[in-house]
T-cell receptor, first 113, second 114 residues
Framework: GESVGLHLPTLSVQEGDNSIINCAYS??????FIWYKQESGKGPQFIID?????DKRQGQRVTVLLNKTVKHLSLQIAATQPGDSAVYFC????????????FGTGTSLTVIP | DSGVTQTPKHLITATGQRVTLRCSPR?????VYWYQQSLDQGLQFLIQ???????AKGNILERFSAQQFPDLHSELNLSSLELGDSALYFC?????????????FGPGTRLLVL
């Protein structure tokens, strides 16, 4: 099956600092990636996506970087706020796996006020 | 609020029993996805429906089944429940069910099998 792993299961940052959450994937045929945020007791919430023909994509306070050479994905959150505390998942999709999404187990981000 | 609703929010039942989880997609979405999330695992894709028809199947057990009705709501049926079926079950929806669409997730149903 697919392997979508996260380097760090937990991450603590000071409020106002930047956060970087990493994700490794194993399928070189993956062509679409999404970052989700999941707060306690809630379902995953779409944050940002990126297609394999891009290296970087920016949203509001978030940036996703894709390095296809080493099959690595990262989510950067600028000026982290207490409301950013949540579990963050990366998900990958590849046509050679029936276009299903495979999700990592998640990184828990805690923002220290 | 994603616009996807799921009921019930919590469900406690015993081994061997059968339960039905319900999902209403966002208004206008034709495709529904079901996922299972265990404590030590990421989201596992179970099954996808589009406009009433099964479109894709993931790691769904034979004891589990699902359907999507004409009004586009979906039900996930879990039978002969085992302790290991305890998990969060999420429903997600998208407009066309295509590969590069954003899926919007519901709040989930937390199932506890005792």
């Amino acid at each position: 099956g697919e392997s979508v792993g996260l380097h760090l299961p937990t991450l603590s940052v000071q409020e106002g600092d930047n956060s970087i959450i990493n994700c490794a994937y194993s399928n070189s045929a993956s062509d679409y990636f999404i970052w989700y945020k999941q707060e306690s007791g809630k379902g995953p919430q779409f944050i940002i996506d990126i297609r394999s023909n891009m290296d970087k994509r920016q949203g509001q306070r978030v940036t996703v970087l894709l390095n296809k050479t080493v099959k690595h994905l990262s989510l950067q959150i600028a000026a982290t706020q207490p409301g950013d505390s949540a579990v963050y998942f990366c998900a990958e999709r590849a046509q050679n796996t029936g276009n299903q999404f495979y999700f990592g187990t998640g990184t828990s981000l805690t923002v220290i006020p | 609020d994603s616009g996807v609703t799921q009921t019930p929010k919590h469900l406690i039942t015993a081994t061997g029993q059968r339960v039905t989880l319900r999902c209403s997609p966002r208004s206008g979405d034709l495709s529904v996805y079901w996922y299972q999330q265990s404590l030590d695992q990421g989201l596992q894709f179970l099954i996808q429906y589009y406009n009433g028809e099964e479109r894709a199947k993931g790691n769904i057990l034979e004891r589990f089944s699902a359907q999507q009705f004409p009004d586009l709501h979906s039900e996930l049926n879990l039978s002969s429940l085992e302790l290991g079926d305890s998990a969060l079950y999420f429903c997600a929806s998208s407009v066309w069910g295509t590969a590069q669409e954003t899926q919007y997730f519901g709040p989930g149903t937390r199932l506890l099998v005792l």
